[in-house]
């Protein structure tokens, strides 16, 4: 075990390092550093709006500064990004997409606490009837992502494959914009990108639909090893949701911090309204009746047909085994966390702007 662990949950606009270059990791990520910390995706709707609210939770931040481990957010392009720090230490915690969230668990390195997001992810083209219609043209896409997951599927369904289109590697928040110039043909994202591209030009359109989750994800060995660092850090998630669920002024409130982090990390301003960003998280996951779930108690297991699918396209490791998926999902640390709402403070708010 690790000395001190990171778990990365600090107010943005004071600690939050915007990266330098998009595949380069924000500095001072170290095993052995005295914090916890925790990779988020700041140009992500829902996810990185949740993640602006948990950076600024006074109460868990006192709560982990107890414990000796003060709380670091640390700002990703993509999640992919995130999963390679999570398996050698370096990051404690991240909110990730599904396929990240494989690739995170399934070498038995991760557990898997709670819905983020559930959704789904598009294929939006430029004057496309349907996907058989890119067919040799050119695709936006984040390899490794959850809207990649989503191409394949489409790409599957038309009867192509990768080989028949031109991929063209973006950040997502890229997208729409390279689509409006004329530089790509169509992408593959998730929100904000889709809803941006529709609202620029009524010749763009959503061809294809796929469903996707986001995740709170944790490194297993600090779950297991620092257990109250660990649930408090799934109790400020949890707050998280419950208090903008509380007030639209909340929210409101939420996705001003969120406009704020986007900004910090890309440089501008994210391509659509405040309003539409509050549409969104509320579709995505503040009106998913099950929210936070608690993903290892469910009937019908999540991620398996992912796997599945992705497995079956040879996008997973080899070594990549459902059973330790499946184990990742039994992680009780949400369960224990809602069953002492007052011992970790569910009902209570204190956030600093």
Do not use: C
């Amino acid at each position: 075990m690790r000395p001190r662990l990171l778990l990365g949950l600090l107010v943005l606009s004071i600690a939050m390092p915007a990266l330098a270059e998009r595949d380069t990791p924000p500095v001072g990520l170290s095993p052995a550093s005295p914090e916890v910390d925790v990779g988020i995706q700041p140009l992500g709707v829902p996810s990185g709006v949740i993640s602006a609210v948990m950076s600024r939770d006074r109460i868990l931040r006192q709560a982990l500064e107890s414990l000796g481990t003060p709380p670091r957010f640390h700002a990703f392009w993509r999640g992919a990004d995130i999963v390679p720090l999570l398996a050698d230490r370096r990051l404690e915690a991240g909110l990730l997409g599904d396929v990240p969230t494989l690739m995170a668990s399934a070498r038995g390195q991760a557990v898997i606490v709670g819905l983020v997001k559930q959704t789904s992810t598009a294929i939006v083209g430029r004057r496309v009837a349907q996907v058989s219609d890119l067919a040799g043209r050119r695709i936006g896409y984040v390899e490794g992502s959850s809207a990649h997951h989503t191409l394949l599927q489409g790409l599957r369904s038309a009867g192509l494959s990768e080989r028949q289109v031109r991929l063209v590697p973006l950040a997502v928040s890229e997208m729409p914009e390279a689509l409006e110039r004329g530089e790509i043909d169509a992408f593959a994202a998730w929100e904000p990108a889709p809803s941006a591209a529709l609202a620029a030009n009524r010749a763009n359109r959503i061809v294809f639909r796929g469903l996707t989750s986001d995740f709170l994800v944790l490194d297993r060995r600090f779950a297991e090893q620092q257990p109250a660092a660990a649930r408090h850090l799934i109790a400020g998630f949890v707050r998280a949701l419950e208090w903008m669920r509380r007030a639209q002024a909340n929210l409101d409130r939420a996705v001003s911090w969120a406009r704020l982090d986007a900004q910090t990390l890309s440089g501008k301003a994210p391509p659509i309204s405040d309003r539409q960003i509050a549409r969104i998280t509320h579709e995505e996951i503040l009106d998913v009746p099950s929210a936070p779930a608690i993903p290892g108690r469910s009937t019908s297991p999540p991620l398996r047909k992912e796997f599945d699918f992705l497995a079956g396209q040879g996008k997973l490791p080899p070594e990549a085994r459902w059973d330790a998926i499946a184990d990742a999902l039994r992680y009780d640390g949400l369960y224990q966390v809602l069953a002492e709402p007052r011992r970790f403070r569910l009902a209570e708010f204190d956030y600093a702007d």
